[in-house]
């Protein structure tokens, strides 16, 4: 004879519980891939050797690499101009974050009042 009802019911809650305990395990280990904290923190190293490299390379990037390129008195070259872009959004993007950062740990005015 087959499974009692009681019996599915709770076999299929154990292989609930069990899959949002493996969704939560999968979601905590992609929350972690991701975090460069916790990265640097097990792989300091290898951070710090990236983020050498990136520097190196933008930095080159930004400076022109040298070579000699054509362009009108008082016309910037394009690299300079997309870095400059770049560094505008960049620090637009670090304003903005800054703002929402203080926003959440500073009270609002009408919560103050009451």
Same mark, same amino acid.
Do not use: C
């Given at each position: 004879?087959?499974?009692? =009802?009681?019996?599915?019911?709770? *076999? %299929?809650? *154990?292989?609930?519980?069990?899959?949002?305990?493996?969704?939560?395990?999968?979601?905590?280990?992609? *929350?972690?891939?991701?975090?460069? *904290?916790?990265?640097?923190?097990?792989? =300091?190293?290898?951070? %710090?050797?990236?983020?050498?490299?990136?520097?190196?390379?933008?930095?080159?990037?930004?400076?022109? /690499?040298? /070579?000699? +390129?054509?362009? +009108?008195?008082?016309?910037?070259?394009?690299?300079?101009? %997309?870095?400059?872009?770049?560094?505008?959004?960049?620090?637009?993007?670090?304003?903005?974050?800054?703002?929402?950062?203080?926003?959440?740990?500073?009270?609002?005015?009408?919560?103050?009042? +009451?």
């Amino acid at each position: 004879m087959g499974a009692k =009802p009681d019996e599915i019911v709770s *076999r %299929i809650d *154990r292989q609930r519980d069990q899959l949002g305990e493996n969704l939560q395990e999968l979601e905590t280990r992609l *929350r972690d891939a991701t975090n460069w *904290r916790v990265q640097y923190r097990k792989h =300091p190293w290898v951070m %710090i050797g990236i983020a050498t490299g990136a520097g190196f390379l933008l930095g080159s990037w930004v400076r022109g /690499g040298g /070579g000699s +390129q054509h362009h +009108q008195p008082g016309e910037k070259p394009a690299k300079r101009q %997309i870095a400059e872009a770049i560094r505008g959004a960049v620090i637009t993007l670090a304003v903005n974050k800054l703002k929402e950062y203080l926003s959440a740990q500073l009270p609002s005015p009408q919560t103050q009042s +009451q």
